[in-house]
């Protein structure tokens, strides 16, 4: 299934009438905001008293999702996904197309960049309040990142927390690629998918992170190697021998192999 086939008809099918209902009512109060469209999923904010983060896929006739409310735990979706899934329905012209955008973007100087960023600063206030936070390096976020590694081997945090606060450093890794740093980012994120991928070693059967987390970190990984001019080839040889060491069950889907032979020329 393709977003543009998704209709009314076909979303009044998901969910339970409760879900449906508050979705619909998210849509009319314009509750879905920050709608961006990509090749495989839409992805989006939708405010229900907080801010909700929701990302649906489609893959093989089937819908999967991430949100970072509690309702996802009870294995339901959720009305913040409907939420997203209907304002896509309703006005898919809302949601901007991210690959185009960024295209878009390339093209304008800095010059020209910096005033988009301060307009945008002008009318929102989101935007200002990224710009008041210090800039953070490479080891701030690596730092970050194993703070979350030992809450979640220490039981101290629970999962949908913990997933919640790597896609902050996610978003902080994606910052840095947009400057430039294109081996910082990319370092941040094998470092995200390693721990994960090690995590999941100690986990019961059924437990674990997100499956479209670590698809779209390893997705990211692969793009920001593509990307580099300046790869450095043997470290970026060791981080697939890191990763190919983790347990087969929970790198399934990571196609190591395509990687080492698209990168280094490794059959």
């Known amino acids: ?18 879900a449906i209902a508050k979705a619909k009512a998210l849509v009319q109060g314009h509750h879905v905001l ?27 006739d089937q819908i999967s999702y991430v949100c970072s409310c509690p309702q996802v735990e009870s ?26 955008l960024t295209d ?25 309040e990224i710009l008041k936070e210090e800039e953070e390096g490479l080891e701030d976020i690596l ?17 949908p927390d913990a997933e ?9 890794a994606d910052r840095l690629a947009q400057s430039g740093q294109l081996a910082e980012a990319r370092s941040i994120y094998f470092y995200i998918l390693d721990n994960i991928l090690g995590l999941e070693e100690r986990f ?15 997705e990211e990984y692969c793009q920001f190697i593509h990307e580099d001019r300046h790869l450095e080839k043997e470290l970026v040889q060791q981080e697939i021998e890191q990763l190919e060491s983790r347990p087969p069950a929970s790198r399934e889907g990571l196609d190591l192999m395509e990687l080492k032979r698209e990168v280094l020329g490794i059959a």
């Not at 299934?1 to 409760?18: K, N, V, Y």
Request: hydrophobic share 35%; proline share 4%.
């Open 164 to 172: 919640k606060r790597l896609r902050r450093a996610q978003a902080r």
């Open 204 to 218: 019961q059967k059924g437990q674990g992170f997100s499956p479209e987390l670590k698809t779209e970190l390893f």
């Open 1 to 18: 299934m393709r977003f543009e086939e998704l209709d009314a008809q076909t979303l009044s099918q998901i969910g339970t009438p409760e």
């Open 75 to 100: 294995g339901e979706i959720c009305s913040h996904v409907l939420a997203l899934l209907w304002g896509w329905v309703e006005e898919p012209g809302k949601f901007l197309n991210r690959t185009e």
């Open 104 to 128: 878009r973007l390339k093209k304008y100087s800095k010059k020209e960049l910096l005033e988009i960023i301060l307009d945008l600063a002008d009318r929102t206030p989101e935007v200002r």
């Open 143 to 159: 730092e970050s990142i194993d703070h979350v590694v030992e809450e979640v081997s220490g039981d101290s945090t629970s999962l």
């Open 34 to 60: 920050h709608g961006y469209r990509l090749p495989d999923r839409v992805r989006g904010v939708v405010w229900d008293d907080q801010a909700i983060q929701v990302e649906v896929r489609t893959q093989n």
